[in-house]
């Protein structure tokens, strides 16, 4: 049963602390997506990765937020230092781009609180 | 910049009752447009429409796409409590960009 796995499901920390979240896209995908979502804003796109290539950042604040993906079978995102505006569910997605068309399959996402 | 709007955001209707969702989007060099309904948690996918005019169909859900108009349409027929969700819509461009709407929030009420 093919999934993207994000772990941990639910983190909890204080302002200044750094969060690191995982993803483990599906195997054989190769586009990842880093999505956040909030009750006001829906959920925007932060990042994405083809064959673990960034290939747009642009929805990230730069200052304290990192995407990366150091292998094919894991993507992270990480905030340093934590704020509570960034209290959200962060999202992964994987996908198969073939030729021009991409679907996307959802991790089970990562509820972020920051006190 | 790209845009996906969304409408209505919020509708409430009774079991058995048809709606009709609407996604309209501005994206550039546009590829494909996907459908997702989104209960408790993640998000999960319903369709995706790479030509205009054709329906995809799955159960009482069906959905069509007007390129030329830059809209699509998500349509549920004889509606039931677990249709209720967030309905979104993602257009996504030749490089494979997915960026979401506001989403529809649907209630069915028995």
């Known amino acids: 049963d093919a999934r993207v796995t994000q772990t941990p499901r639910d983190k909890v920390t204080e302002m200044g602390q750094e969060v690191t979240m995982r993803c483990q896209p599906i195997?054989?995908?190769?586009?990842v997506f880093w999505y956040r979502q909030t009750m006001m804003q829906g959920l925007e796109l932060l990042a994405y990765f083809r064959n673990r290539a960034p290939l747009d950042d642009s929805g990230m604040p730069k200052d304290r937020f990192s995407a990366e993906m150091p292998d094919a079978t894991l993507a992270t995102l990480k905030i340093q230092p934590s704020e509570p505006r960034d209290s959200a569910v962060y999202f992964c997605?994987?996908?198969?781009?073939?030729?021009?068309?991409?679907?996307?399959?959802f991790g089970q996402g990562t509820r972020l609180t920051v006190v | 910049e790209d845009k996906v709007v969304q409408s209505p955001l919020s509708l409430v209707v009774h079991e058995g009752d048809t709606v009709t969702l609407n996604c309209s989007y501005e994206?550039?060099?546009?590829?494909?447009l996907l459908w997702y309904k989104q209960e408790k948690k993640a998000p999960t996918f319903l369709f995706m429409l790479?030509?205009?005019?054709i329906e995809k169909k799955s159960g009482r859900l069906s959905s069509i796409l007007d390129k030329k108009e830059l809209f699509s349409i998500l349509n549920i027929t004889a509606t039931q409590t677990g249709d209720s969700a967030i309905y979104l819509c993602?257009?996504?461009?030749?490089?494979?960009?997915?960026?979401f709407g506001q989403g529809t929030t649907l209630q069915v009420k028995p």
């Open positions: 790479t030509s205009s005019g």
């Open positions: 994206v550039t060099n546009f590829r494909s």
């Open positions: 997605a994987s996908g198969l781009k073939e030729g021009s068309y991409t679907e996307a399959f």
């Open positions: 195997l054989g995908h190769n586009t």
């Open positions: 993602a257009p996504t461009s030749n490089t494979g960009k997915l960026i």
